[in-house]
């Protein structure tokens, strides 16, 4: 999958392109409904994925609390892993937001990235003030010369699925409720930072991640699957982790920390995905190193079993 940022330099080999459109937080299975259109809409041509970086909502309120479900990088290997061909990522910025409706169809759509059929879904907005809609979008595609199809929106259980139903499912610690939105496990991803390395004197060690960023899913043990993706060690591992700030040892910033079962080398500097299966228990702080010890063998048994138990 190529990766394109910049609309002023697009090759020709990526115009004529049918692109989905939207911000694609998460990749739900709303997001998949719009890129399946995309794909049945124009057969032979390469199919596309137009979103933004930063996420308008990061633009707009630059102060407001961690709300992404994942990092460009998470969300471009998903999307690779879906068949798309081509991610135009392009920068969302103070021009970009000026743009009316009609400008927007016209300078991005029509001659930046020289669509030849767009694919929204049906609750799409776009311009400044989020002035346009689909059927704006299909009128000035009439006239600028591509096609536009509006995809329904997706349910699941009888629900309409959207982020922040996800959002929702992962504040509860109801990862399985979220996978069902989404059709994927909600996965974390990232490289293994450096941490106090305390762990390792409790005979877990563990390969810590930053959560900064990313909307914080219910801080607690969960069971939880690993990719490593990079290094020596790549590969899919069962394990128990950590989200939340530690209250054991008086930490404040949230990250995860992951114990791979049955595992040995070292993690350090390569990239992770891991996927949060069940919730075990909320993050709480014990009497003693004894007690976490004898909590964490609990919760790597139990890990275990939930674990085995979808094999």
């Known amino acids: 999958m190529r990766i394109l940022r910049d609309i002023r330099d697009i090759p020709d080999t990526a115009r ?3 692109a989905a459109i939207g911000n694609f937080d998460g990749v739900h299975l709303g997001h998949r409904a719009v890129i399946d259109a995309a ?21 707009f309120r630059p102060d407001a609390p961690p709300f992404r479900l994942m990092g460009p990088e998470a969300r471009a290997h998903r999307l690779e892993k879906l068949g798309v061909d081509i991610l135009f990522e392009l920068p969302f910025d103070a021009h970009l937001a000026a743009l009316t409706p009609e400008a927007f169809a016209r300078e991005v759509l029509a001659e930046g990235l020289g669509l030849s059929h767009a694919v929204t879904g049906a609750d799409f907005r776009f311009g400044r003030d989020r002035a346009g809609d689909a059927s704006d979008l299909a009128a000035f595609g009439a006239r600028l010369g591509f096609g536009v199809t ?7 259980g009888g629900r309409r699925v959207s982020s922040t139903a996800v959002r929702t499912a992962l504040s509860e610690g109801r990862p399985g409720d979220a996978a069902a939105l989404l059709g994927h496990w909600h996965r974390i991803d990232g490289p293994v930072i450096h941490g106090e390395k305390r762990g390792r ?6 390969a810590n991640m930053s959560i900064d960023g990313l909307h914080p899913p219910r801080f607690g043990v969960y069971a939880v699957r690993v ?10 591992w069962h394990g128990a982790a950590s989200v939340g700030v530690r209250p054991m040892f008086g930490e404040n910033r949230a990250n995860i920390e992951t114990f791979l079962f049955d595992f040995e080398g070292d993690l350090y500097d390569t990239h992770l995905s891991v996927a949060l299966v069940e919730f075990l228990r909320p993050e709480e702080r014990f009497d003693g190193l004894d007690a976490l010890v004898a909590q964490m063998d609990a919760d790597c048994a139990r890990a275990r079993d939930v674990l085995e138990a979808l094999a």
Do not use: C, K, M, N
């Open 150 to 156: 509006a995809a329904p929106l997706a349910l699941a």
């Open 227 to 236: 990719d490593v993706l990079s290094g020596p060690h790549a590969g899919t």
């Open 201 to 206: 004197t409790l005979g877990y060690p563990t």
């Open 39 to 59: 794909r049945a809409a124009a057969p032979g041509a390469p199919l596309a994925v137009l979103t933004f970086e930063p996420h308008p909502r990061e633009f």
């Open 16 to 18: 004529g392109a049918v």
